[in-house]
């Protein structure tokens, strides 16, 4: 008996590839059943709609993107822990642009749906500038304001580059989206 696991691996490959392609509200059920090569009664026994097939997607791996970023979180110091994560947000928009781009794009649909115990990549952020405003690296301001600076100078640097406004791999930028990061940080107010 199988388990099915090698079928659902296929519909989110192909439900990622087309919702970034086609869009979200333009694909529909039946072409992630057919581009994954199955019937649209089979995508249904793995997720039981294309708006919880969505939800799977984007909460494991904004979850997971979350926990990878607290793990980089672990250099000493608050400069180099932001440095980490930034060339952490660039590398994996190098790695994986499909699945970079979904997180980006549907974001806005989906973010009502986290609770507060689930993972965030802003609060992974938020909490390395919360520390270093406490520890005096950073002065000290509305830490969401900080974070949503620091955030905007990576997300639109990406945004740009998915436009192709911009070219090459975003880990070619990461020391400068670094360094305008910890200037914008180093602002007093």
Request: charged share 25%.
């Amino acid at each position: 008996m199988r388990d099915g696991t090698a079928t659902r691996l296929r519909i989110e490959k192909e439900a990622l590839r087309l919702f970034v392609e086609k869009g979200v509200a333009e694909t529909s059920v039946r072409d992630v059943a057919q581009a994954a090569g199955v019937a649209d009664g089979a995508l249904y026994r793995h997720y039981a709609s294309k708006d919880a097939l969505i939800w799977n997607l984007f909460s494991t791996h904004y979850t997971g993107f979350a926990r990878r970023l607290d793990q980089l979180a672990a250099a000493r110091g608050t400069r180099a822990r932001l440095d980490a994560m930034i060339a952490g947000f660039c590398r994996f928009f190098d790695e994986d642009p499909v699945l970079f781009r979904f997180l980006l794009f549907v974001q806005h649909g989906q973010l009502r749906k986290i609770t507060p115990e689930m993972p965030s990549p802003i609060d992974a952020v938020r909490s390395v500038i919360a520390a270093g405003m406490r520890r005096g690296d950073i002065p000290k301001t509305d830490s969401d304001l900080a974070t949503a600076m620091v955030m905007g100078i990576v997300l639109q640097t990406a945004t740009f580059t998915v436009y192709g406004r911009l070219r090459g791999p975003l880990l070619t930028r990461s020391r400068q989206l670094s360094t305008a990061a910890w200037t914008v940080l180093s602002l007093r107010s």
